[in-house]
């Protein structure tokens, strides 16, 4: 079998990737360099085996076009597994299993796993290569579509391992569960069916076990597994954060900037606020990341955060150049496109992508579409994965292995009512207080669920390592241990999703976000002042500028009102979403509902 290990000295790596070859059995194992040349060969062999197109050099130059299949289109939630050694220790909100069980269960499957494919050895690194807030993982795995992304998704290659050199890295491990026998003809995608799918963590251990799926954050193992699972674990151990947050800079027309990191849940715009071009004279916006933090306290006691990734993977359906025109400009080269439309000139198209569909499209489930007919032709998860050195928002500073320094942090969800436009946090812990209690309202019509706001602490929900109650503690822990408490990021929640009671939306939202970022700049910049109301502090009226905007004075009225009554009803929901975490609750979390109580009183 060829092994070629000469890219490393690492005994512990060589012997864990000879280790792993044993159990999967590989045809041969392949060490990962990063190399354009590589990357090249591999679409190439993509593209001759009929996983891959490859699309209009001119159109969408050194850019590729891959159906998923339809059992493997997303993250699959119920399938993922936090393995600590007690269930407690995972949470309530985690699937929990027993790592030996697990571990068990999993070797069995992954016996002779990779028979007929290629064992890839992919060195990456989550942050900037060297940078003290990075860290380092080797994946392993049979996907070359997986090696492709993360190229685009991580820094990645022989450079890592000079880095590494005899260092400890995050051991991970992924198949798309599809052995082939000899002579047999692999699927376009091949993965194993859903109820095989297995995304383990092993957060005491660091490792990372994943099987059957080769989609989005299942199989690029960098992103929501090491980013945020074990990240957030590691964070909790030594004092830092890892969060589910996009980071942006943003100047004033003074040419002062500062940045801002902002946690919503799923389908609240995060890409497009990271990418958002202000509208109001003089600002600009430009992005550090849209998915992910790492932050830390610098020599100066300022919180520092770095994006981790080096690429976005980005939801394609409803960009376009009216939505989000540096997305749109993010993905016009050296771009893997999944499960979008395929159109008859080599090019691609989704829903709001902004003109028609062209007759013969290809969709993503490899139906042809013509005028009229009901096929859905991008999967509503379909997703670009796009080099953030291609965005033409990109912050200067976003490789800054120091970091940038976190002035303002944002929570927020879609609240159609009950919680304003914009309000501040009195400190630190009414502030975690309010990222604890982050959660977005779900029609009963659309989901099939019960109606209400479907809570997601965080945004974490998903992407928490251990207990969210703990999680919340070791965020008021963050607080307290600050070097310098007047440094500590502003802590802000804003909603972009209020409507009036005959449904209408208050608030434009997309480029008109600005407006409420520059409150939050001025706020930072000791300049605009905060009202106290018994839920934190909001804006004056007339420091949100509304100028050319429908939105009248009473609108604006109404996107500022603290209306006591539902803010009531709004502590009745609080309570039974905290009822989850019983009495591993953090007491100042308790002391923060009791206060709001009162002052409501
Ligand atoms: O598939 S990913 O986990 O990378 C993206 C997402 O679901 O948020
Ligand atoms: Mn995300």
């Not at 059992?71 to 269930?87: F, G, M």
Request: hydrophobic letters at 40%.
């Amino acid at each position: 079998m060829a092994n070629d290990q000469s890219m490393t000295k690492n005994q512990k790596l060589i012997d864990w990737v000879n280790e792993w070859a044993k159990i999967c059995q590989p045809d041969s194992v392949y060490w990962v360099d990063g190399s354009e040349a590589e990357d090249k060969k591999l679409f190439d062999q993509m593209v001759a085996s009929g996983m891959a197109v490859k699309l209009d050099e001119k159109k969408r130059p050194n850019s590729y076009y891959f159906q998923s299949d339809p059992s493997d289109v997303a993250r699959v939630e119920d399938r993922t597994y936090i393995c600590t050694p007690k269930k407690e220790d995972a949470g309530p909100t985690n699937n929990w299993a027993d790592p030996a069980e697990m571990k068990t269960l999993m070797l069995g499957k992954y016996k002779g796993c990779m028979k007929g494919r290629t064992m890839y050895v992919i060195p990456y690194s989550m942050g900037p290569l060297g940078s003290t807030i990075a860290h380092i993982g080797i994946e392993l795995t049979d996907s070359p579509y997986v090696v492709v992304n993360m190229r685009t998704m991580t820094r990645m290659g022989k450079a890592v391992l000079d880095v590494l050199g005899n260092g400890e890295f995050v051991p991970c491990v992924h198949t798309v569960g599809a052995p082939l026998a000899p002579g047999q003809k692999d699927k376009a995608w091949p993965c194993a069916p859903i109820e095989e799918k297995y995304i383990t963590h092993f957060p005491v251990t660091k490792e990372i076990w994943s099987y059957g799926s080769g989609y989005g954050g299942n199989a690029l193992l960098g992103k929501k597994c090491f980013a945020l699972r074990i990240a957030s674990y590691m964070a909790k151990q030594d004092g830092w954060l890892a969060e589910h947050m996009l980071i942006l800079g943003l100047t004033n027309p003074e040419g002062k900037t500062k940045y801002i990191a902002a946690a919503f849940p799923s389908a609240c715009g995060k890409t497009n606020l990271a990418m958002l071009i202000p509208t109001i004279p003089g600002w600009t916006v430009k992005c550090v990341g849209d998915d992910i933090a790492w932050m830390k306290y610098g020599k100066d006691g300022q919180l520092y955060a770095i994006n981790p990734e080096a690429g976005f993977f980005g939801v394609a359906p409803f960009t376009s150049m009216e939505t989000n025109p540096n997305a749109m400009l993010s993905c016009k080269s050296d771009t893997i496109y999944t499960n979008v439309g395929l159109t008859p000139d080599k090019d691609i198209w989704w829903d709001g992508i902004g003109v028609d569909c062209p007759e013969g499209t290809i969709t993503w489930k490899g139906e042809k579409y013509t005028k009229g007919s009901d096929v859905q032709v991008a999967h509503p998860n379909a997703r670009f994965t796009a080099r953030a050195n291609n965005c033409p928002a990109i912050d200067p500073a976003w490789e800054d292995p120091a970091g940038v320094p976190i002035s303002a942090i944002l929570f927020g969800g879609r609240r159609p009512s009950t919680v304003p436009l914009v309000y501040e946090a009195r400190d630190w812990n009414h502030g975690t207080f309010m990222g604890s209690v982050v959660g977005s309202e779900v029609t009963a019509a659309a989901i099939g669920l019960k109606a209400g706001v479907r809570r997601d602490p965080f945004a974490m929900l998903p992407f928490c390592g251990y207990n969210m109650a703990d999680y919340f503690g070791h965020w008021i822990k963050v607080g307290a241990a600050a070097p310098d408490k007047n440094k500590l990021p502003k802590i802000f929640n804003v909603n972009w999703f209020r409507k009036d009671n005959t449904g209408r939306w208050l608030w434009p939202g997309f480029g008109e976000n600005s407006r409420v970022l520059a409150w939050v700049f001025d706020r930072c910049d000791g300049k605009a002042k905060g009202i106290e109301t018994p839920i934190g502090l909001i804006p004056e009226a007339k420091d949100i500028n509304v100028q050319g905007l429908k939105v009248t004075a009473e609108d604006l009225k109404e996107l500022l009102n603290v209306d006591k009554n539902l803010w009531k009803d709004e502590v009745v929901l609080i309570k039974e979403h905290y009822a989850r975490f019983g009495d591993r609750l953090p007491k100042e979390l308790a002391a923060e509902l009791e206060k709001l109580e009162k002052n409501l009183a």
